[in-house]
């Protein structure tokens, strides 16, 4: 990845490559054909023949180029601007890079880790979802605690940095956290893994797709309700199967009134309504309130196919063993693994200390469940949940507002993409 973190050719700058769900544009400053000379040793190669002529092969090469270059690869020639396309299509799953252990850089340790990772992801991110821990920031100040000569990582150079990441248009929503759960980079099958103390963080990062749609809102005490809520699509959307959302200086004054006014049309829906009460948000930028002042940020998850289940291990639940009773009625929502993610939202006085110092028992007993499914999440200050399954065109169990707020739980939800 260039420091800039484009997602198109350097050397085409003039260049222009979209995707939609049925078309594809390139526009540039030169005309190729598919039979061009490509120079170099390749020009009168029996490869050179094949790459420029035979698109199936091509197309079947373009599978195991990371999106980023295959943007780059389209500039090529007619062809390979054709393959690209084609490849682009095809259904893209979410994907994710996280990080853990101190930063070697002013940036948090998820930044760096994320310049590199997303050099390899096969998908071109729509909406990222991204989760830093709070231990090192200071609430009053901002500044880095362990290097006040250290930038502040909540001020806008966090966003900026993961701005120029990825690609322009994409949403990003950034909170921060007083604990992390993450599921290590690589495939999907390593374990999960609880942080509540030292440096964490993840992206989960979503393509666009067919029959789902993926919309971020945020609300602060100046939005006009219910006209909000309304084009946030969390009312009056019979489509709405999911809600992510994360309030932030909830106990500030007029917060819990604030967040009642967001919970009690949501609980109302049929969607699957998971989250927490946070620290605080970085992205998107906070222009419409000042610091220290109440908000709620999330994702608001749409589409026939979309799926959703949540349970909630409550105060009772402090064993291994009834951790793992409660998860395993996940399964009762018959959910397929493949293109699924689970959510952890816990809150901080569970963990190691509620486990008589034993570590990871939530996040390992997800995966016993569900080997094959990465774990992402947080520990807060509250949680929002309740046990729901929404399923096709039905929703089990219902709540009121109150059965939507928690202390000392933790809502554990899958929700599968299609």
């Known amino acids: 990845m260039t420091s800039s973190g484009t997602w198109t050719d350097p050397e085409n700058q003039e260049g222009k490559f979209a995707v939609g769900q049925s078309d594809c544009i390139f526009n540039s400053h030169s005309t190729m054909d598919e039979n061009q000379d490509f120079g170099v040793s390749l020009s009168e190669s029996?490869?050179?023949?094949?790459?420029?002529?035979?698109?199936?092969?091509?197309?079947?090469?373009?599978?195991?180029?990371?999106?980023?270059?295959?943007?780059?690869?389209?500039?090529?020639?007619?062809?390979?601007?054709?393959?690209?396309?084609?490849?682009?299509?095809?259904?893209?799953?979410?994907?994710?890079?996280?990080?853990?252990?101190?930063?070697k850089t002013e940036a948090h340790a998820l930044c760096s880790v994320l310049a590199e990772e997303v050099e390899k992801v096969f998908l071109?991110?729509?909406?990222?979802?991204?989760?830093?821990?709070?231990?090192?920031?200071?609430?009053?100040?901002?500044?880095?605690?362990?290097?006040?000569?250290?930038?502040?990582?909540?001020?806008l150079d966090t966003a900026e940095q993961l701005k120029l990441l990825f690609p322009k248009g994409c949403d990003i929503l950034g909170i921060t956290t007083p604990g992390i759960v993450l599921t290590p980079n690589g495939p999907c099958s390593i374990p999960p893994q609880e942080y509540q103390e030292g440096e964490a963080g993840f992206a989960v990062m979503f393509p666009g797709m067919e029959g789902v749609n993926i919309k971020p809102f945020h609300f602060c005490k100046k939005s006009n309700f219910p006209t909000a809520l309304e084009e946030a699509g969390l009312v009056d959307n019979p489509e709405l199967r999911v809600v992510l959302l994360f309030v932030y200086e909830a106990y500030t004054s007029g917060g819990v009134r604030f967040l009642n006014q967001i919970l009690e049309p949501l609980a109302k829906s049929k969607a699957l309504i998971a989250g927490g009460l946070v620290e605080?948000?970085?992205?998107?930028?906070?222009?419409?309130?000042?610091?220290?002042?109440?908000?709620v940020v999330g994702?608001?998850?749409?589409?026939?196919?979309?799926?959703?289940?949540?349970?909630?291990?409550?105060?009772?639940?402090?064993?291994?063993?009834?951790?793992?009773?409660?998860?395993?009625?996940?399964?009762?929502?018959?959910?397929?693994?493949?293109?699924?993610?689970?959510?952890?939202?816990?809150?901080?006085?569970?963990?190691?200390?509620?486990?008589?110092?034993?570590?990871?028992?939530?996040?390992d007993a997800f995966r016993k469940v569900f080997p094959n499914t990465p774990l992402f999440g947080l520990f807060g200050n509250g949680e929002i949940g309740c046990d729901r399954i929404v399923k096709d065109d039905y929703t089990l169990c219902?709540?009121?507002v109150d059965g939507l707020q928690h202390e000392y739980t933790t809502v554990m939800s899958l929700v599968h993409l299609g």
């Open 299 to 363: 994702l608001a998850l749409s589409g026939p196919k979309v799926q959703g289940a949540s349970v909630l291990l409550n105060q009772d639940i402090s064993t291994p063993k009834a951790a793992e009773d409660t998860i395993r009625r996940l399964k009762a929502a018959k959910i397929p693994e493949r293109n699924t993610l689970g959510f952890m939202f816990a809150c901080v006085g569970r963990g190691r200390n509620y486990y008589n110092n034993q570590t990871n028992v939530e996040a």
């Open 280 to 295: 605080s948000v970085f992205s998107p930028p906070r222009q419409c309130c000042s610091q220290g002042t109440y908000g």
């Open 124 to 155: 071109l991110p729509k909406t990222v979802l991204a989760m830093v821990d709070s231990e090192v920031y200071s609430d009053d100040t901002y500044c880095y605690r362990q290097s006040k000569a250290k930038r502040s990582r909540h001020s």
């Open 398 to 400: 219902d709540n009121e």
């Open 46 to 103: 029996k490869a050179s023949y094949v790459l420029s002529n035979v698109a199936e092969v091509v197309e079947r090469i373009l599978t195991f180029v990371p999106t980023k270059y295959l943007l780059q690869i389209a500039s090529v020639c007619r062809l390979w601007r054709n393959c690209a396309c084609r490849v682009l299509r095809c259904p893209q799953q979410p994907s994710w890079a996280s990080a853990c252990g101190p930063s």
